[in-house]
């Protein structure tokens, strides 16, 4: 590891709750890493774990998906199904040999743009403990 | 896809917001170099009418089919650019928002990062928006009806604006009667009108309106559906006295054997009720409740022989066999005016509240001073000995509001109005008694507070600067003990009675109406607007609006000008009779859908039913989405086995690649 090294963060947020909540971070020029990128999606839901293991094999060195709090969904039950999809992918990341800090979920609301800072500062100091992944061989990218 | 993606690239200034932090032209000239990008150019506001006709003019002379806007978050500019485009002839689902500013300029602070990362922001949109698919907005019909929540002044106002423009208005109520706290109060600042007098006939208007189906005493119940045509269910509680025939006259309260038990809770418990009770003279209606917790018969099952307010009801209108009802109809907008709880002072132990009868709240003040009131407008404290007229009076102000301790931050905007005019209204009943104001700031901000305050001080009320620590008693007196923050003096102040101007909170019960409308809450714990400045009566979901001081503190007339706001927004889709449904919903892939009904199972709105097709001769079940029904959320999409229900907008061939873009830049 170099000692300049910078993790990758891909982040899918819900459009509901944490990306507002990160737009609200935003308004209130609260100052995070810059090392994390968002991908906007309508519910922490739709998030198939899929991504999250083809975020890491194209070149992120972390994952995060965020969305609302439980009972709070946007769409009833979304969030629920986030939360058994994606427990149930970071055992399965422990199993093959993935460090689980790589990956991070979390519940951020429309109005907690401070929490969302927080959030950023774990998962970019996660990834950063764990180091530059290179477990997965890179696909070719189709542009 | 037939037509060979030619994307346009516009990264926005947003005067310095964006340009401070990110490299625009940097940005534009790299995107200049990515995949299907014909133009990419920078402007300092992409918002403006000059920033749109810049992309309408590329859309004609390029033959752009596809656009990207780097600039601010969707969430806030993605409608007028859809708008834009669909102008000049583009289909407005192809357009892709990169979020540069809320995600990026606000919150980086190095050029460098801050540049590098809109590149990598951009790229993914880019990568986005090549394979997004053209998407047609379809319209239903919308149920020309607004249910409104809460029959306070905001929920009264909102009711009769709706109902007077002609639509059927459901108006529900949780407590027996209208008017909310506003028909707690005595006079209003600065006027001082008294608040009956002009509440009172709009309460009536509220009943007796041919439009306005009154529900009080109800609780809503269940809401499904969408703006247009919410399904609502609402429990009428029983009030165990047949509505129909009680006269109101109150022959049962004065009979029952549980006689003045109970405190009153419209006089804030200064005075006892019965276990049937009518709220207030003036409520509406007026109809008599039982209240079950302390109703002998209806806890106990037994109240002497027969129960008394049975015995004497001329109309025979008691009926302990009542059940609670329901009722269900459907409506196209509804509007939350769920209102407000008064600071409970009993979490600042220091004051005492608890402790000493003759600290008070503002609330019970008002009722004190009403001519309604539990004293008959007479200024009485018992100081623990004796009921007294106090001499020496101290009114706090914020008391739970500006107050970190108990966890508000906020201002709660009526405090050091009503504190003045409660001064004022003291001094009119007690010309003797000396009255002081303890106060961190005295905010006089609108339209009359100034010359009120003027006039509350020449009335010889003084106000003294300064946030008492402490409470406490010494012989039959009550001690302020406080700092003058003005001449740095420590006082101990010896009163007969102290006020404490509490301030305004959230109601405890807010969630269940969270939950069941799907809202959200600032801050500050009261419900989020969906924009601070430009939509404060709109929520996140769609066609169900905000009025009074469930959106946040505010006076009467600020909250009487909300409702109308309210009223106005929710009658958009009732007078349109439709409303566009979500074009972003989910589509199945009839060839590979193996028809293992997963989805169906998964989808929170029924949207998804198994239908037989013909394939190849033989008959299989697959799964069809029901465009009507479906909210795009893209659930099913992360169950399917054989990924064949895709949400439109958010495929896994559209998202995959920004996946791709953001990994590869590493």
Redesign the interface.
């Given at each position: 590891m170099s000692a300049n090294y910078e993790p990758?963060i891909?982040a899918f947020l819900c459009?509901?709750?944490s990306?507002?909540g990160?737009?609200l971070?935003?308004?209130s020029?609260?100052?995070?890493p810059?090392n994390i990128?968002?991908?906007?999606?309508?519910?922490s839901?739709?998030?198939?774990?899929l991504?999250v293991m083809?975020?890491l094999?194209?070149?992120?060195d972390g994952v995060l998906v965020s969305g609302c709090h439980p009972?709070?969904?946007?769409?009833?039950?979304?969030n629920y199904?986030?939360r058994r999809?994606l427990g149930m992918l970071k055992d399965l990341m422990e199993f093959v040999g993935v460090d689980p800090k790589r990956f991070h979920m979390s519940w951020v609301?429309?109005?907690?743009g401070h929490k969302w800072k927080e959030v950023v500062e774990k998962t970019v100091e996660d990834a950063r403990d764990a180091g530059p992944f290179e477990g997965f061989r890179r696909r070719q990218?189709d542009? | 896809m037939t037509e060979k993606p030619k994307v346009g690239v516009y990264v926005c200034h947003c005067g310095i917001n964006i340009s401070s932090t990110v490299d625009v032209d940097a940005v534009a000239e790299f995107a200049e170099k990515l995949p299907n990008v014909k133009v990419a150019r920078t402007y300092s506001y992409m918002c403006s009418d000059p920033g749109q006709v810049l992309i309408k003019k590329d859309i004609e002379e390029h033959g752009l089919n596809r656009i990207v806007v780097a600039s601010c978050s969707p969430r806030m500019h993605e409608p007028t650019f859809r708008k834009a485009i669909a102008d000049a002839g583009v289909n407005p689902y192809f357009l892709e928002m990169a979020n540069i500013r809320e995600q990026c300029s606000w919150v980086h602070e190095e050029i460098e990062e801050g540049t590098a990362k809109a590149k990598k922001l951009l790229t993914a949109s880019v990568a986005k928006v090549r394979l997004l698919e053209a998407l047609e907005q379809k319209e239903v019909d919308a149920e020309p009806a607004a249910l409104v929540i809460g029959a306070g002044i905001a929920g009264i106002q909102s009711a009769l604006d709706i109902a007077d423009a002609g639509f059927q208005v459901y108006l529900v109520e949780k407590t027996p009667s209208v008017g909310g706290r506003m028909a707690q109060l005595d006079k209003t600042f600065p006027t001082l009108d008294c608040s009956a007098c002009i509440l009172t006939p709009k309460m009536v208007d509220a009943a007796n309106h041919p439009n306005i189906e009154l529900l009080t005493y109800s609780e809503v119940e269940e809401v499904k559906g969408f703006i247009g045509n919410f399904d609502v269910k609402v429990r009428k509680k029983a009030r165990y006295v047949d509505f129909d025939k009680c006269t109101g006259c109150g022959d049962c309260a004065k009979e029952c054997r549980v006689k003045d038990r109970f405190p009153n809770e419209f006089d804030q418990g200064l005075s006892k009720r019965s276990a049937i009770y009518l709220p207030f003279p003036q409520a509406v209606p007026a109809k008599f409740t039982i209240d079950p917790d302390n109703c002998l018969f209806l806890k106990k099952g037994k109240c002497g022989k027969n129960p008394k307010c049975q015995e004497v009801c001329g109309t025979e209108a008691i009926d302990f066999e009542q059940e609670d009802e329901f009722v269900e109809f459907r409506v196209g907008a509804i509007i939350v005016a769920t209102g407000f709880d008064p600071f409970n002072p009993s979490r600042k132990p220091e004051y005492g509240y608890d402790d000493y009868p003759n600290v008070i709240t503002g609330m019970e003040m008002e009722r004190l001073v009403s001519a309604s009131g539990p004293t008959e407008g007479k200024v009485k404290v018992f100081n623990g000995e004796e009921e007294i007229e106090p001499k020496e009076v101290a009114l706090i102000k914020c008391v739970g509001s500006r107050d970190e301790s108990v966890g508000n931050e906020y201002c709660s905007r009526v405090c050091c109005m009503y504190v003045a005019k409660q001064a004022h209204l003291i001094r009119d009943k007690l010309p003797d008694a000396n009255i002081r104001i303890y106060y961190m700031d005295v905010r006089a901000f609108g339209k009359g507070f100034e010359e009120f305050y003027d006039r509350v001080r020449r009335e010889n009320v003084r106000y003294i600067r300064g946030n008492p620590s402490e409470i406490f008693k010494r012989g039959n007196k009550l001690v302020v003990k406080v700092e003058d923050t003005l001449t740095s003096t420590p006082l101990e102040d010896e009163v007969d009675m102290v006020v404490l101007g509490v301030g305004l909170e959230p109601r405890a019960d807010m969630r269940g109406v969270m939950e069941l409308l799907r809202l959200s809450q600032s801050p500050d714990k009261f419900f989020l607007e969906a924009h601070p400045k430009l939509r404060p009566v709109d929520t996140a979901t769609d066609g169900v609006f905000l009025a009074g001081c469930a959106q946040g503190p505010k006076d009467i007339p600020d909250t009487v000008a909300q409702a109308k706001g309210a009223a106005a927004s929710a009658m958009i889709p009732l007078a349109r009779g439709k409303v566009p449904i979500n074009a972003q919903v989910a589509i199945v892939n009839e060839a590979t859908c193996r028809g293992c009904a997963f989805c169906v199972s998964i989808c929170p709105y029924s949207a998804i039913e198994m239908v037989t097709v013909n394939r190849f001769g033989n008959e299989v079940e697959v799964a069809r989405v029901n465009e009507a029904l479906c909210k795009g959320c893209g659930s099913c999409a992360a169950a399917c086995l054989s990924d064949s229900i895709q949400p439109k907008s958010f495929r896994d061939s559209q998202i995959l690649p920004q996946i791709a873009a953001l990994g590869v830049m590493k």
């Open positions: 990758n891909v459009n509901w709750c990306y507002a990160a737009d971070a935003g308004t020029r609260v100052s995070y810059a990128q968002i991908i906007r999606v309508m519910c839901g739709r998030v198939n774990p991504y083809n975020a094999q194209q070149g992120a009972g709070d969904c946007h769409y009833m039950e979304g199904y986030a999809r609301s429309a109005s907690e990218i542009w | -």
